[in-house]
């Protein structure tokens, strides 16, 4: 990974390794300092990242404790809201309410393409007033025949294809019929565009040891496959073929010592899932519907591996690494099939066409980095009695800081903010009278200035959560969690878990936002150092 995001600002000669002790605390102390005060009817909760509360007092200051130096004078930014005297980064005073009526219904607008009956703002008025057109992401260069397309890859999924989904590009590998798994790769140009590039063909496999001489290919598959109808006709996931190829290999085990290669067959299932229950029958053996092959029970290879990490094995990829797709290799898609929203370049390509580029720190290409957009943000919270819960409790203030690798000063510093706070230094603060307002504003901004890294300081098991409920709270989790780069994909929260033998067992949440990384600076703190302490105070004291 690059040097972290909250080491900033990033000078361009930056070592991608983290250099923690020595690092730039602006970060740490933008995300303190924030909102130098919030006068309230009621008191402030501002959540300290362990957990513990800091509150102020009736009309106060809330302050952490951190003694830096003052946040470095503001960058210019673009266009104010219009007709609006006071630049933003100086306003204390929210918008009138018709201004922020239209402001939040034109953002949802530009968000989802909703047609409503009563006039609102232009939409890129309205977006450029939260994030200038020139804070935007490089459109990148018309394709041309003889265009390749190099980018940084920084993240990889797969989804499942099926037939009511439509007919998939032509002259593309895979299966005829029957669902298919597509995997994606996100990434980044050394410009700056974005990419998603879907990859087809790529089939899920497992080893085991050949069987007996009487049993052919066509034979096991044959077995295989009735044993599988079997075992998924009561999970409804039924498939016209659940093995779709043998093959037989020579490979060694390293299991034991073995002195020579032995023939094995690589079994290729049609979907990822498959792979699971294909394990558990070649394991158990026996008899087969609609099969005369009394198959015996082996123990399978390599059957526990997850469908993108078989692929990246296989193409020599490493995590940030860089993906050739030569001329000729892929397939621009069409409007009427993008999955992306507003990715520059959206390609179709064959998964033995693209090309992986070394990873060798040596070489230029391979110790480069793209000029990656990083999002380091922070929320806080007012809540009635204890820890905030995202069932009651409020969201009153957002802070973002969105930098871009290897250039020295913030591209934006933003607050939005529920009503009204002091001018804060060197930001462009915004006001909401509504939650629901600020919150969707919130979603504009991160969708608008496209992201490839989302950081933060105990963000996913605080921030992210919190947001992604309180949004079902208000009943915009609709809109609100559609934060990724996948046009109609939602943001959702899942539980983790990490385990060794140094730290124990830690339980997590994981939030998956497609296309972008989620990098938390506590689980980086608790990973890699041992402290007394890991709350925000004490890990900026040490």
Not at 120 to 133: C, N
Not at 203 to 217: E, L, Q
Request: charged residues 20%; neutral net charge; proline residues 8%.
């Amino acid at each position: 990974l690059p040097s972290p995001p909250f080491c900033l600002p990033i000078s361009p000669s930056a070592s991608p390794f983290p250099t923690y002790p020595s690092c730039d605390l602006s970060y740490l102390h933008f995300l303190c300092v924030m909102s130098d005060s919030v006068p309230s009817p009621q008191k402030i909760v501002s959540k300290d990242k362990r957990g513990a509360d800091d509150v102020a007092a009736h009309g106060g200051k809330r302050r952490r404790k951190l003694d830096l130096s003052p946040t470095p004078a503001p960058s210019s930014l673009s266009t104010a809201i219009a007709n609006s005297a006071t630049p933003p980064s100086q306003s204390s005073q929210p918008f009138s309410a018709s201004q922020q009526s239209s402001f939040a219904e034109a953002m949802i607008n530009d968000e989802l393409n909703v047609s409503e009956s009563h006039t609102t703002t232009s939409s890129s008025a309205v977006v450029e007033s939260i994030v200038p057109v020139q804070h935007s992401r490089p459109t990148g260069e018309p394709l041309t025949a003889s265009s390749s397309i190099l980018f940084q890859q920084i993240d990889i999924d797969y989804h499942v294809v099926r037939e009511r989904d439509g007919p998939g590009p032509t002259g593309m590998p895979g299966l005829a019929v029957g669902p298919r798994a597509v995997l994606r790769l996100y990434g980044v140009t050394d410009s700056g565009a974005t990419v998603l590039a879907s990859v087809h063909g790529f089939v899920p496999y497992f080893y085991i040891p050949r069987p007996a001489a009487s049993i052919t290919p066509d034979a096991f598959m044959g077995w295989l496959d009735g044993r599988m109808r079997a075992r998924t006709r009561a999970q409804a996931q039924l498939a016209p073929r659940y093995c779709v190829r043998v093959e037989e290999v020579q490979r060694k085990s390293i299991l034991g010592y073995v002195p020579e290669k032995s023939a094995y067959w690589r079994v290729y299932m049609s979907l990822p899932a498959h792979v699971a229950g294909a394990r558990a029958e070649c394991s158990a053996g026996g008899a087969s519907p609609g099969s005369s092959v009394h198959f015996v029970g082996c123990n399978t290879l390599e059957s526990d591996m997850p469908f993108v990490l078989r692929f990246m094995i296989d193409k020599g990829i490493v995590g940030m690494s860089w993906i050739n797709l030569p001329p000729g290799s892929f397939q621009v898609v069409p409007d009427s099939r993008r999955q992306s929203r507003g990715a520059a370049y959206e390609v179709d390509v064959a998964h033995d066409r693209l090309e992986a580029l070394s990873a060798d720190t040596t070489s230029e290409r391979g110790s480069s980095l793209a000029p990656l957009r990083i999002l380091s943000f922070d929320i806080e919270c007012m809540s009635s009695k204890g820890f905030p819960s995202a069932e009651r409790d409020a969201v009153i203030q957002i802070a973002s800081v969105v930098s871009v690798l290897g250039k020295p000063t913030p591209l934006v510093k933003q607050v939005l903010t529920l009503n009204t706070c002091a001018p804060i230094a060197g930001a462009d603060v915004r006001s909401f009278r509504t939650e629901r307002e600020l919150m969707l504003a919130f979603q504009a901004f991160v969708r608008t200035v496209d992201p490839d890294i989302l950081t933060g300081y105990n963000i996913c098991n605080f921030d992210l959560p919190y947001l992604i409920d309180r949004a079902t709270a208000l009943k915009i989790d609709d809109r609100f969690n559609l934060l990724g780069r996948l046009d109609r994909s939602r943001a959702r929260v899942k539980d983790a878990k990490f385990s060794s033998k140094a730290y124990g067992t830690r339980e997590s949440k994981e939030t998956v936002i497609e296309g972008r990384v989620t990098l938390d600076v506590l689980q980086v703190m608790q990973r890699d150092y041992k402290l007394r302490a890991y709350s925000l105070n004490a890990v900026s004291d040490e």
